[in-house]
């Protein structure tokens, strides 16, 4: 990722991932549900509401640094410590209602050739709930673009009463962005904290 980092000019400081991280939430309101650690797992799990993907905010290259960068910065945090790193990160997803007017294919193919498919992280589980035909059609499509463990970790098909926004967004949208953001940043400010003390 060191080329990711040129080309974006990342510092990897505190103060860079406060404000990326602030305008990454914020740029797609509702598709950030839930940043948690799983005691059960040894694992941190991110949980996103796949229709919320607005792609039409994507609108200049500014915009797409902060979705690549804030994507990188969202992977720091899953990988906050070496536990986490050797258990695996895991993602899940709601898909009821997604569109290729959410995401495209050409803006798949960006989002998996220069993060999905190049981060260096052990992948549990990427669960999608309530996935439908188009989805699963740009799934298929994305599989190409990425490395073969993490393909293998695909599970579509499943199913939960209701969507699982609404067990996440409580009492409301700008609550539930808060908690993200909060727990994102000090999971990213802790990792960034050991590199410094733990630097060879």
């Known amino acids: 990722?060191?080329?990711?980092?040129?080309?974006?000019?990342?510092?990897?400081?505190?103060?860079e991932a406060t404000q990326l991280l602030w305008e990454y939430v914020h740029l797609m309101p509702g598709h950030f549900l839930s940043f948690s650690y799983s005691y059960d797992h040894g694992s941190y799990v991110c949980c996103c509401d796949a229709k919320k993907f607005d792609e039409s905010v994507l609108t200049s290259e500014e915009k797409w640094r902060t979705c690549l960068c804030g994507v990188?910065?969202?992977?720091?945090?899953?990988?906050?410590?070496?536990?986490?790193?050797?258990?695996?990160?895991?993602f899940v997803y709601e898909c009821e209602g997604f569109s290729l007017g959410?995401?495209?294919?050409k803006?798949?193919?960006?989002?998996?050739?220069e993060v999905y498919g190049s981060y260096p992280t052990l992948t549990?589980?990427?669960?999608?709930?309530?996935?439908?035909?188009?989805?699963?059609?740009?799934?298929?499509?994305?599989?190409q673009f990425l490395p073969r463990d993490l393909k293998s970790k695909f599970e579509t098909g499943n199913c939960f009463e209701g969507r699982l926004d609404t067990y996440y967004l409580v009492p409301?949208?700008?609550?539930?962005?808060?908690?993200?953001?909060a727990r994102i940043l000090e999971t990213i400010t802790r990792r960034y904290h050991e590199e410094e003390v733990f630097r060879l």
């Open 1 to 15: 990722m060191q080329a990711f980092r040129q080309e974006y000019g990342l510092r990897g400081t505190v103060a």
């Open 72 to 90: 990188y910065l969202l992977y720091q945090a899953l990988n906050a410590d070496m536990m986490s790193i050797r258990n695996g990160v895991i």
């Open 102 to 105: 959410s995401m495209s294919m």
């Open 107 to 113: 803006t798949a193919q960006r989002l998996c050739t």
């Open 124 to 143: 549990k589980q990427m669960k999608y709930f309530h996935s439908g035909m188009v989805f699963n059609v740009l799934l298929s499509f994305c599989k």
């Open 172 to 181: 409301n949208l700008e609550s539930s962005h808060a908690r993200f953001y």
